[in-house]
């Protein structure tokens, strides 16, 4: 949404975020970013998890806390689960994370990802 001389409206929902639980600006001010985890699990140690009943728990939890408006669960290299959700602060990465080190032995990466509206916002702005 743009108002006032052409400032787009940080705020605003557009159709970027239709559907998506966005709590607006991070601890800093900044507008919360759209980031992609992807965390590949060990097998044996989420074989344990699994076994011992914990696994449905574990996912059930994350999905609650970040509220991600997308969850992919693969075979790829092992169990794998690909997240898409708003962080507000990197200072999340620790408690994001630190579940999957912990109890999956996952390797864990997080890299920030756009879908078309929000590229066609970074590409307006080129102008």
């Known amino acids: 949404m743009v108002i006032n001389g052409g400032e787009p409206e940080l705020d605003a929902p557009d159709s ?22 992807k965390a590949r699990m060990d097998t044996q140690m989420s ?12 996912l059930k939890s994350v999905m609650e806390r970040l509220k991600p408006e997308a969850a992919y669960f693969t075979p790829e290299g092992g169990r794998s689960v690909i997240l898409v959700f708003d962080m507000q602060d990197s200072s999340q990465l620790p408690s994001i994370a630190d579940p999957f080190f912990q109890e999956m032995g996952a390797e864990v990466t997080f890299e920030p990802v756009m879908n078309l509206d929000d590229l066609q916002r970074g590409l307006a702005a080129l102008k």
Do not use: D, H, I
């Open 16 to 37: 970027s975020e239709r559907g998506r639980n966005r709590a607006g600006r991070g601890a800093r001010g900044e507008r919360a970013m759209r980031m992609m985890m």
């Open 47 to 58: 074989n344990q998890v699994t076994k011992g009943g914990a696994m449905p728990n574990s």
